[in-house]
Structure formats: structure tokens, C-alpha cells
């Protein structure tokens, strides 16, 4: 097995950004999930509410990360907050601090979502756990659903599209990891692997919802429903949750790349 691609969303629930290579860290790959929007109360929005997001592209550059979006004008943010404003936001059931970034961000997304929204980071000192029930001590997330990354076998994908009428691409399901090599859904099973020179622990399959409809090209959902709808059909567990793919935590850092090979250790 090898991996065949590597993924970030710098921006919860925007378009991802295509790696041949990336460090791991403890929370994941360097910039993956690392800004939100949230709304008046902090709550964060997601392409859930806001299937527009999905159609926004990022960039990352020396100079930051670059903004753009069907309709908007080109916006480049910086890396680094200019000022530390804390503000308490929530993801899930997890409440935490980030740092709002500004004031032309918060303009720009709330113009294009067209409801009032802020841009905020999650800085490298600012730490959200993972949940305990599921990772050790130490175990760090950043914005993302609930775990640092998440893998998805070629092969999984191929059996789902073999019960599709329309085929979906791989997009749809927002992973990290894509390997190849693989049996179909035998990452369900991975409790341990090695990717390239780091080690991984798998900790739960991924629970999957209305996003995976939403087409990242236009920003609407599949008026079937799909491919969620068939994904139910076979996927579903009796205690509940659609599921698909591998969420992973590193237990070591280092180099991944496009083209390492991924060893299933336990």
C-alpha cells in the first residue's frame, strides 16, 4: 500500500489544498483546520449550514494564505494574527479559546455567506484535547470534527461508486490520507500503522453527514441526497452513524509523502 494523496483544508469546510509532502505534528499536518468562522455566539458554521464554503479557495504563500471565492475579490490574511483578540468559540461540545484575525476577513465571509460571521485561529498555543474516550494524554486536535487526521482507501471509494449511478470523487469526503493497496474498508480495522517514517494510531471510524452531498465545484447538495443515501443503505451501524474512513492520531512526527508506503501494524 502506498499513500496517493495528502490534503489540507486550511479553513474549516473549504476547498482542500493538494501536498506532495508535509510534516506531522501533534495535531495533524501543519495548517490543516487551522481557521474557522464562527457566528455571534461563537458557534462555528460549517458548509452543514453554509454549503457556499465549500467553493472557497485557499493558498498558501510566503506572504499568507490567500482567499478566493465565486463573486469576491481576491483577500490575503496573514499567517500570524497582527493582534492577540481571544474570543471562547465551540466546535462540537468542545468549548475553547481562538484568536479572531480580523476585522477585512470577518467582512469578506460575512458578504459572502450573507450572514454576520468572524474569522478565527487556532494558534499553536492554544490547545484543544482530543476526546478522552478515544485519545491519551497530550492528544491534540485542531478545528477539525474531532481527531488530527483522517484516511481514506481508494479502494472504499470505488466500491461506494460501484453502487452509485453518478460516481463521486474523492473530495467529497474531505480526507488527509488517501492509500491505495487496499481491500475495500479494511482501514475500519487499522489500529496501527506507519506512513513513510511515522507511526499512527487509529482510534475510530469516521461518522459522515450531510457534507459529503455537497458539491465542492458549485457549492449545492445532491438534491438525492447522495452519496450519503447509499452510504446508509450498507454503512450504517445499529448504535447509530453512517461511517466511512479511518480518523487517526500521529504517536510519532516526521516527513509524509505522496508515494509512501503504509504498513498496517496492527
Known sequence: MQVTELNIY???STRRIALQESE????????????MLVDAEGGFITARQQPRLATVQTTLAEAGLILNGPGQAQLGLSLVPAQRRLTRVSVWRDRLQAVLVDAAADAWFSAFLGQPCRLVQLT???VRPVDPRYGQPGDEVSFADG???????????ADLNGR???????????????????IPY???GWRRLRVGEVEFAGVKNCSRCIVTTIDPDCGEKDVAGEPLRTLSSYRRRPQGGVF?????????GGVIRVGDPVVVLE
Open 124 to 126: 499553536d498555543d492554544l
Open 10 to 12: 486550511p479553513i474549516k
Open 164 to 182: 452509485l449511478r453518478q460516481p463521486v470523487p474523492m473530495r467529497r469526503f474531505r480526507p488527509n490520507l488517501v492509500v491505495d493497496g487496499a
Open 186 to 188: 479494511a482501514e475500519d
Open 24 to 35: 506531522v505534528v501533534a495535531r495533524g499536518l501543519p495548517w490543516d483546520r487551522r481557521w
Open 244 to 252: 466511512f474512513g479511518q480518523n487517526l492520531i500521529p504517536r510519532s
Open 147 to 157: 481527531y488530527p487526521l483522517l484516511l481514506l482507501s481508494e479502494a472504499s471509494l
